[in-house]
């Protein structure tokens, strides 16, 4: 069995598909987010850009920039154990 759709159907049909695949991906970047967040909020690394030289050999959580932002802090993305992974598009680094 053949069908043949119309110009107006088939825009429909693959503007309907392309919206699926923007959602889908919104919801997995969210869910990937959250798990970055937590993972850069809980897991620990060397903290070496603070005055004191006993604290970079102690491993603390480096936390995450958007959990500092909703704090009110400004905060970098230097040593986040996830960074390479993270769908955030707005990191920051320090100079």
């Known amino acids: 069995m053949q ?25 997995m970047d ?13 897991v620990p690394v060397y903290y070496g850009y603070t005055g004191d030289p006993d604290m970079s050999k102690k491993l603390v959580p480096w936390t995450c920039i958007l959990t500092r932002k909703a704090e009110g802090y ?3 993305c230097d040593e986040c ?8 598009k707005h990191k920051e680094f320090s100079k």
């Open 3 to 27: 069908f043949i759709l119309t110009e107006e159907e088939y825009t429909k049909l693959t503007q309907t598909r392309e919206q699926i695949v923007r959602d889908l991906q919104r919801e």
């Open 74 to 76: 400004e905060y970098y």
């Open 30 to 42: 969210d869910q990937l987010q959250k798990k970055c967040t937590k993972i850069c909020d809980t």
């Open 81 to 88: 154990p996830v960074k390479s992974i993270c769908p955030n």
